[in-house]
């Protein structure tokens, strides 16, 4: 090599390096993209914490198969009822779990399931009632074994 | 093939809430995840889960990655009248599923 690098060029190309590092990194849901995600679900609509339940274990050892469910109490009546349950993760690779469609047919709103969480993180549950209205709950998880990561 | 589990009781009283639970066996392959060579292992995944009950929808999910392998789904439904409820799983490489069960109300 006939000259030595400056130390400014050096900083750009390890500056350089480390934006490609970032951009290589796996896909991996944010809390931003979670909040993008509950976005394209709710649209414009003001999200209001309460009247869902979301039951998940706070303590996780196997994160391939977490029980989750999502409830809401609703007399589930033609005027008066649920009309749809979404879950989401903040760091899962994508951050939609389940999306539920449900109606007076239900006589209760409530789903249950099993997930993946491929990481420590929060969970948050949508409701969408029939007078149109949005409430949300969320719950942290911690997760000791991630799921997702291991080799196939 | 896949093997599906599904619970409903068999008798019900008219207006009764029942609660169904359905498993099937299935990898739900998230599409993440890589061999040893570094390769993707391809998505695999369950996409839909769709209940009638005579014909009529009464339940209906979209499933993602995010739900662990063998699906398991619970919830809810109105005994309305006899007959029969049938659970319908759709999904990649042209999965697809039908489960009923039979229910008498009275």
Known sequence: ?152 | MARALVSVPARARRGEIIEVKALISHVMETGHRRRQDGSVVPPDIIRRFVCTYNGTEVFRAELYPAIAANPFIAFSTVATESGTLALHWTGDNGFSVTESAAIVVE
């Open chain 1, 1 to 152: 090599m006939s000259r030595h690098l400056s130390r400014r060029e050096l900083l750009l190309a390890a500056g350089a390096g480390l934006a490609s590092l970032v951009v290589v990194r796996p896909a991996r849901a944010t809390p931003e993209a979670m909040r993008e995600a509950i976005r394209k679900v709710v649209g414009a609509a003001r999200v209001t914490p309460g009247r869902v339940k979301l039951e998940l274990p706070p303590l996780v050892e196997n994160g391939n198969v977490v029980p989750l469910a999502v409830s809401v109490e609703s007399p589930m009546t033609e005027v008066d009822h649920v009309r749809g349950l979404h879950v989401f993760t903040e760091r899962n690779p994508r951050p939609e779990v389940l999306s539920v469609r449900l109606g007076p047919r239900a006589g209760r709103a409530r789903v249950a399931t099993r997930v993946r969480l491929a990481n420590t993180q929060s969970v948050v549950a949508i409701a969408e009632l029939s007078d149109g209205s949005w409430w949300s709950d969320s719950a942290d998880v911690v997760v000791t074994l991630a799921a997702c990561l291991e080799e196939a």
